[in-house]
């Protein structure tokens, strides 16, 4: 036997060994248990040398790592400034595209406010006149578009049709020379047209150098153009000076202000009070009118002004609204009130028996207080004829009065 | 045994004498080599070699000590030492000790035993004896796999067969450096 295992040592140590991992192995496979002290032992020896050698390795291959990387830090920057362009360029495309989903939910609203039926637009093209300011819409005859709608913003009015064609529309902006609108001031009710220049400011022509017209002043549309339903705002004054035969006034016009990428095109206007409030110049706040002024509209002409002129538009208004009348719905040819009645503190008249066949002309959609009041004056005054009040006697004569000059 | 090969064993010269290796080379490089396993992970993740993580080093050191010693019980305790400790550092619920040490104990005493009856001096010879021994130790340690474990992976032949060639070509220059570490008698 001992010269059997000494005749074969080497195979006999190789079945020993090899018979003991496996012993070894199905100890640890049958009790699925491990030899945690030969692991602690293992790790705890090559754990520490592997983090010296992880430190050598850090501090020199890493530092000569790292100064290749600077070598290529000039590449990495002109890389880098090359992303930051085009980071910069998708960052105005983004900024112009949250606009553009701005205005058109402000479009949206202001389209579902409305009262006029509108139809949303996209101006996809401008036209090739040299001096003419028009665009293209991708609204034609087809969606309903037909020559001489109007077409608005919320900030105010575009222009209008000026030709539509079956898929397309050619709207003639607010600044072309051949644009004409009639308007009338917020403040003091002036009326006048406006007209385009060809550039970025309009004029308001025909109003007379004795009118008032303040600079910051709104006008809006009068309606009378039979384009732009009223009510619409048309621009802010920004210079205003007697000229030789009429005023020279100089406005914005508030719907070319901002960028204009989505219009309205009014198929069914309807005509809307013009707004009591003035509205803020852009970019500027305004606070809401104090308690009492909100409340009184005559305080409010007090605060405003206590000329000579707003004594006499003072008093015709009470005259007006002594008869029943209000001023800017008379059609032309209706009859007047009588502006030589005296008007006393508790004085009722009956607006029937000074103007019989007159009835308040309440166009669609106004909603300015139109409701007939029963009065019955304390004196009869005198039957006389009506008075022209716009030469002589100067006050505000109404829309009937300038209809025809602001219309064309 | 035949009695040709009695003789020709018994022949002398015909037997090689062993060879000493310093303390040095006996310990502290298969630390090395197990230490390059555990560290191959984190040199791929470095300098992005990712042939480094099929070396098997510890593998070369067993082969290279029972060449140069031509003992075949030093040889098998040797590669089961080395094959124990690599056991050791592999993750204790997919990897049993005792796998890598049966492997690497008779890769080491065959080694042995073939460098007893031939001269391994030729380095041709010596990367012909790394490939095929890694390819045993690849193989046998699938039969293993297979065999006590009960996990069914394919032995993929052509990729060992690359790593087996990757592994001749490292083994030449790794065994001249380990040869100036050798005691000659």
């Known amino acids: 036997m001992e010269s059997f295992l000494t005749r074969y040592r080497n195979l006999t140590v190789l079945l020993v060994v090899v018979t003991a991992q496996l012993l070894l192995l199905a100890w640890q496979v049958k009790t699925a248990e491990d030899v945690p002290l030969i692991r602690v032992w293992a790790v705890t020896t090559v754990v520490p040398v592997a983090r010296i050698l992880d430190d050598v390795r850090r501090y020199t291959f890493g530092s000569l790592q790292d100064y290749f990387v600077l070598v290529g830090v000039r590449d990495e920057n002109r890389r880098l400034r090359q992303e930051n362009t085009q980071l910069k360029m998708q960052n105005h495309f983004l900024t112009a595209q949250v606009h553009t989903a701005d205005r058109a939910h402000a479009l949206l609203a202001f389209q579902s406010e409305t009262p006029s039926t509108t139809l949303p637009a996209r101006i996809i093209g401008s036209g090739t006149g040299v001096n003419s300011a028009n665009v293209f819409i991708d609204r034609g005859a087809n969606s309903g578009v037909e020559k001489g709608m109007a077409v608005v913003t919320p900030e105010g009015i575009v222009g209008k049709i000026v030709e539509a064609y079956p898929t397309a529309s050619l709207v003639l902006l607010a600044t072309d020379p051949s644009f004409a609108a009639g308007v009338v001031s917020q403040r003091n009710h002036v009326f006048g047209t406006m007209k385009g220049q060809g550039h970025g400011t309009c004029i308001i022509d025909y109003v007379q150098n004795e009118q008032r017209v303040d600079p910051g002043e709104w006008f809006y549309t009068s309606g009378y153009d039979r384009v732009f339903p009223r009510g619409f705002p048309a621009g802010q004054v920004t210079a205003v000076h007697n000229g030789r035969y009429s005023k020279e006034i100089f406005i914005n016009p508030s719907g070319l202000q901002s960028g204009l990428d989505e219009v309205l095109v009014v198929l069914n206007g309807v005509h809307q009070a013009i707004p009591e409030n003035e509205l803020p110049a852009p970019g500027i706040h305004m606070m809401p009118a104090p308690p009492e002024l909100a409340r009184n509209p005559k305080a409010q002409q007090q605060v405003l002004g206590n000329t000579t002129a707003d004594r006499l538009r003072t008093a015709y208004q009470e005259v007006g609204e002594a008869q029943g009348h209000h001023f800017g719905e008379g059609l032309p040819g209706s009859t007047p009130p009588n502006f030589n009645m005296k008007v006393t503190p508790g004085m009722k008249v009956n607006p029937a028996a000074t103007r019989p066949s007159e009835k308040p002309a309440v166009e669609p959609g106004d909603t300015e207080d139109s409701v007939p009041v029963d009065v019955t004056p304390p004196e009869q005054p005198p039957a006389q004829p009506p008075a022209a009040p716009a030469g002589k006697n100067g006050p505000p004569a109404g829309p009937t009065g300038r209809q025809g000059r602001s219309a064309r | ?185």
Do not use: C
Not at chain 2, 92 to 108: A, E, Q, R
């Open chain 2, 1 to 185: 045994m035949t009695e040709y090969s009695e003789r020709l064993l018994d022949a002398p010269g015909a037997v090689r004498r062993p060879l000493g290796l310093r303390i040095v080379g006996i310990i502290l490089a298969p630390f090395l080599a197990l230490l390059f396993q555990v560290y191959v992970t984190r040199l791929v993740s470095v300098f992005s070699y990712p042939f480094l993580s099929y070396l098997e080093l510890p593998l070369l050191m067993v082969v290279y000590f029972a060449l140069v010693r031509r003992e075949p019980v030093s040889a098998v305790f040797y590669g089961a030492a080395v094959g124990l400790f690599q056991d050791a550092l592999s993750a204790p619920g997919t990897h049993p000790i005792g796998m890598y040490g049966i492997v690497k104990t008779l890769v080491g005493y065959f080694a042995a035993s073939v460098s007893q009856r031939f001269d391994v001096e030729n380095p041709i010879l010596i990367a012909i004896l790394t490939f095929f021994f890694y390819f045993f130790h690849e193989f046998f340690y699938w039969v293993l796999t297979r065999a006590l474990l009960g996990e069914m992976t394919n032995f993929d032949t052509q990729q060992k067969i690359v790593f087996g060639l990757l592994n001749a070509a490292v083994s030449l220059p790794l065994f001249h450096v380990l040869d100036k570490m050798k005691v000659t008698a």
